[in-house]
């Protein structure tokens, strides 16, 4: 089942402040002591960082620029083919940069008039509690790295790239930027990790993962799609259901490959409305009302 951890490289930090991204044996960059040294370095200030201060800046280098354009040129026209009319209207109002990577502060400038949501740094994992609670809050945590260049067009965890491509054009549509809202509303009102597991759940298989039909097409509004240059062009060939709560939240599925099941809503008021809804009126009752999880 979906945990937020299994998604990023762990990072700790000894008794001096120094942080260690701890990168698992496959990645592509696991061998590479540069990238390794440079995961650390912009993984540091993002630990040490405490709401309040100024977000940290990262001075990126023309390789990390390079990633970020070639990612933003090979989307944009999958975007306007396969993305739902609410996530291209976010984009351009948005309007990131195309050419270089966006700093959060300039990105959260962006969104606060908008949306009102505002970005924290991540140097890797954030607990699911305090990633989904803080959404009530308008704040969305997002990483600064990018994945390795060696790879341009994938990566193993969600980078940069993911958050701010995917998630934050996403969040610049004020309609599906409360459906996160009402996610984070429903987190924080759970008091056991099986309704938290159960938000989870849902928020893959809908902001992570979900799929629409728009004037009689199959498209795209998960983020984990947005941000895929594979997996954008692979979502219609997926078993596709109706939305059911229940069933996402009972559903084993593996993260590491492209998902075989996704949920379409019928239009953006599904979205808006009845996923909206269900967050709004979610608490641990609901999760308890649950049949056992299977494992298929």
Known sequence: MFEEGQLYAPVTADE????????????????????????????????????????????????????????????APKHE?????????????????????????EVSAGLDPISGFRLH??????????????????????????RHPSQPLYTPEPDILHEVVGHCNLLANPAIAEVKRRAGEAARRCETAEGLQYVADV??????????????????YGA????????????????IRPVDFDQMATLAYDISHYQPILFACDGMSELTDRVAGFF?????????RLVPRNSA
């Open 81 to 105: 083919r396969l993305a739902i009319r609410g996530y291209l209207e976010g984009k351009e109002a948005l309007a990131l940069p195309t050419d270089h990577v966006p700093q959060l502060d």
């Open 16 to 75: 001096d402040g120094k942080a260690t991204v701890h990168l698992a044996d496959d990645h592509p960059g696991a061998n590479d002591d540069a990238y390794r040294r440079r995961r650390n370095e912009i993984a540091a200030p993002a630990l040490a960082w405490q709401p309040g201060d100024p977000v940290p800046r990262v001075d990126y280098t023309d390789s990390e620029n390079a990633i970020w354009e070639t990612v933003c040129r090979e989307l």
């Open 280 to 288: 709004a009126e979610f608490d641990d009752e609901v999760a308890a």
């Open 224 to 239: 984990g799609l947005l941000s895929s240059y594979g997996e954008i062009e692979e979502f219609r060939g997926a078993d």
């Open 121 to 146: 740094p991540a140097a890797g994992l954030v607990p699911l509690d305090v990633f989904y609670g803080s959404l009530a809050d308008g704040v969305f945590h997002s990483t600064q790295y990018l």
């Open 203 to 220: 928020f893959w298989f809908t902001i992570e993962f979900g799929v629409m039909y728009e004037d009689g097409e199959l498209r795209a």
